[in-house]
T-cell receptor, first 116, second 113 residues
Framework: DAGVIQSPRHEVTEMGQEVTLRCKPISGHDYLFWYRQTMMRGLELLIYFNNNVPIDDSGMPEDRFSAKMPNASFSTLKIQPSEPRDSAVYFC??????????????FGQGTRLTVV | AQSVTQLGSHVSVSEGALVLLRCNYSSSVPPYLFWYVQYPNQGLQLLLKYTTGATLVKGINGFEAEFKKSETSFHLTKPSAHMSDAAEYFCAVSDTGGFKTIFGAGTRLFVKA
């Protein structure tokens, strides 16, 4: 497996524009996570899905943020409208079913978002 | 609720010296514990994990960590630092599995020649 694949790797956009980040999890993983990493706040869990269903979105900072998982192999994180304070590295991760011994999250390379 | 505290946002050691990165956790149920490493401009990579069984866990690149329930700690060690170990290290905790993993703030390790 190629691992968790995120696109784009870098995104620069103007304030007010819509931004869509994409993620392809590892095949067979039932859980998908979106994290945001900033210098000030570290690594924050935004939302996670189980079997394509959002389970906990309490980390989503505002209504401008939304995430979907239309099928087991694809997820998006959308910011509309974007603001400069959204600039961060966004990571997608996936993992197997809880209770399995293979419980760690596998991370993608991240998308570095810059909103100017 | 679970939480992770990493003591020291920056640690500096000389090449060949002992590396010790501290992590304390809080969990209401038996935890699963992890250490991840992040190199510049890359994603997080698993170093090692504790799920059940032996409390001394060995990972990649010569790192190991010991789960001490009485101290609620999971400190990361390596006997001899190498320049290539310079990176940021994250301790993480989850319950029953990796479906919701909480990360510490991270510790940046500097290795001096």
């Amino acid at each position: 497996d190629a691992g968790v694949i995120q696109s784009p790797r870098h995104e620069v956009t103007e304030m007010g524009q819509e931004v869509t980040l994409r993620c392809k999890p590892i095949s067979g993983h039932d859980y998908l996570f979106w994290y945001r990493q900033t210098m000030m706040r570290g690594l924050e869990l935004l939302i996670y899905f189980n079997n394509n269903v959002p389970i906990d979105d309490s980390g989503m900072p505002e209504d401008r943020f939304s995430a979907k998982m239309p099928n087991a192999s694809f997820s998006t994180l959308k910011i509309q409208p974007s603001e400069p304070r959204d600039s961060a590295v966004y990571f997608c991760a996936s993992s197997l079913v809880p209770g399995s011994m293979n419980t760690e999250a596998f991370f993608g390379q991240g998308t570095r978002l810059t909103v100017v | 609720a679970q939480s992770v505290t990493q003591l020291g946002s920056h640690v500096s050691v000389s090449e060949g010296a002992l590396v010790l990165l501290r992590c304390n956790y809080s969990s209401s149920v038996p935890p699963y514990l992890f250490w991840y490493v992040q190199y510049p401009n890359q994603g997080l990579q698993l170093l090692l994990k504790y799920t059940t069984g032996a409390t001394l866990v060995k990972g990649i690149n010569g790192f190991e960590a010991e789960f001490k329930k009485s101290e609620t700690s999971f400190h990361l060690t390596k006997p001899s630092a190498h320049m290539s170990d310079a990176a940021e290290y994250f301790c993480a905790v989850s319950d029953t599995g990796g479906f919701k993993t909480i990360f510490g703030a991270g510790t940046r390790l500097f290795v001096k020649a």
